[in-house]
């Protein structure tokens, strides 16, 4: 009866926990009071080595801490008075089986589950380096989309800048064409006033061979003779 009464709370409570299962009113679960259930990793802790935790958590509500014990006791009672299970040979061989089995999980079982975790940490370790080296490599393309999409928006930028070089560009061709006319016309203009000087330094000349000529023309030689004279009396009462 009291099996029947802690499968029957088990069951009701498996039922329970599927059906509250809850959704928002979005339409959404609401997972922080219904949260995912989640494999467990680690095996159920039982007692006595074959039986689960959970029953005897479900009897203690109901029969107390002893109640699951008292339990498997008079079930056992009833079981072998009503020889539902009968003790022969078998029973013994069973017993002594059961010792030699737990002597040699006691021994050997810390070894052999060792090295089985071992063997699951590195199958994980090879499953999360796959895992790990995908997510990265997710991450990688995604920030080289990320700087393609940079790129396209600083494009009108790029145009914009080679825009204004090439107008610089132009700006000092004019400016170096601008100053090649101006030194072009000032070599003519200069080309022009070294003409007029070289004009005016030649009719100066002439003008004064001409005039010097005249002169010279015009003086006879009694006025030059007299001329002669009276320098060397100038000098002669400048010496005096």
């Known amino acids: 009866m009291l099996s029947r009464v802690a499968l029957r709370s088990l069951v009701q409570q498996n039922r329970a926990s599927l059906v509250g299962v809850r959704f928002a009113s979005e339409g959404a679960r609401d997972l922080e009071n219904f949260p995912r259930r989640t494999r467990p990793v680690e095996k159920a802790p039982v007692r006595m080595g074959i039986f689960?935790?959970?029953?005897?958590?479900?009897?203690y509500t109901k029969t107390g801490v002893t109640g699951p014990y008292m339990a498997l006791a008079s079930i056992g009672t009833f079981l072998v008075s009503k020889e539902f299970f009968v003790m022969e040979?078998?029973?013994?061989?069973?017993?002594?089986?059961?010792?030699?089995?737990?002597?040699?999980?006691?021994?050997?079982?810390?070894?052999?589950?060792?090295?089985?975790?071992?063997?699951l940490d590195a199958d994980e370790a090879v499953y999360k380096s796959v895992r790990q080296n995908e997510i990265d490599a997710l991450k990688n393309a995604i920030a080289g989309e990320n700087n393609a999409q940079a790129n396209a928006a600083a494009?009108?930028?790029?145009?914009?800048?080679?825009?204004?070089?090439?107008g610089l560009q132009m700006e000092a061709v004019y400016r170096s064409r601008l100053s090649d006319a101006y030194s072009q016309v000032k070599k003519r203009l200069d080309y022009q006033l070294e003409?007029?000087?070289?004009?005016?330094?030649?009719?100066?000349?002439?003008?004064?061979?001409?005039?010097?000529?005249?002169?010279?023309?015009?003086?006879?030689?009694?006025?030059?003779?007299?001329?002669?004279?009276?320098?060397?009396?100038?000098?002669?009462?400048?010496?005096?």
């Open 195 to 240: 003409i007029a000087n070289v004009m005016r330094r030649m009719e100066q000349k002439h003008m004064v061979d001409w005039i010097i000529n005249n002169v010279k023309k015009s003086i006879t030689p009694a006025q030059e003779a007299a001329a002669l004279k009276k320098c060397i009396a100038d000098l002669k009462s400048l010496s005096a």
């Open 155 to 166: 494009w009108e930028d790029i145009i914009a800048a080679k825009k204004e070089a090439v």
């Open 89 to 119: 040979h078998d029973f013994y061989v069973g017993i002594a089986l059961a010792a030699v089995l737990a002597g040699i999980v006691k021994s050997a079982g810390p070894g052999i589950t060792e090295s089985i975790n071992k063997e």
């Open 52 to 59: 689960p935790e959970e029953w005897f958590a479900a009897f």
